[in-house]
């Protein structure tokens, strides 16, 4: 009976974590969360699906296709498919930051040092966080 009750305990602790961290079609995942996203190569556009999130081929523009051409540049077959981690903490092993230098049409324009580089990530970005990071550091690895 104790076994159970702890079990349906831990159950309902997930589930509320869940709730949390999944509210109104948004991920809203705690600044120092990893999360990873599979770009590919659409119709010559750098895109990615997040079913959860309902987004279909959601292109990367003004700056970021630029920015993710350099990260895959050793990334074999990357135009087929990558893992994009992202956050708004630095992690091991990061390969780019991006900057927040302004907001313009519903999205925000990052700067990245690295490749001396600006880019617009559009309002999808709102699907992951609930306020636009003042950071971002990424990685692109194979799938």
């Not at 700056?63 to 091991?92: C, H, Q, T, W």
């Amino acid at each position: 009976m104790k076994k159970r009750l702890v079990v349906i305990l831990i159950a309902g602790l997930v589930l509320l974590g869940a709730a949390v961290v999944y509210q109104n079609g948004r991920l809203n995942a705690p600044a120092n969360a990893l999360l990873v996203l599979k770009p590919y190569r659409h119709e010559g556009s750098w895109v990615f699906d997040d079913v959860r999130l309902g987004l279909f081929k959601e292109p990367f523009i003004a700056g970021i296709p630029e920015i993710i051409d350099k990260m895959v540049k050793d990334v074999p077959n990357a135009d087929r498919g990558f893992r994009l981690i992202f956050s708004a903490s630095p992690f091991p092993d990061y390969e780019i930051e991006l900057v927040w230098r302004r907001e313009q049409d519903g999205g925000n324009w990052y700067y990245c040092e690295e490749y001396d580089i600006e880019g617009w990530l559009c309002p999808a970005m709102y699907k992951y966080y609930s306020e636009s990071p003042k950071e971002i550091y990424a990685k692109a690895e194979v799938l």
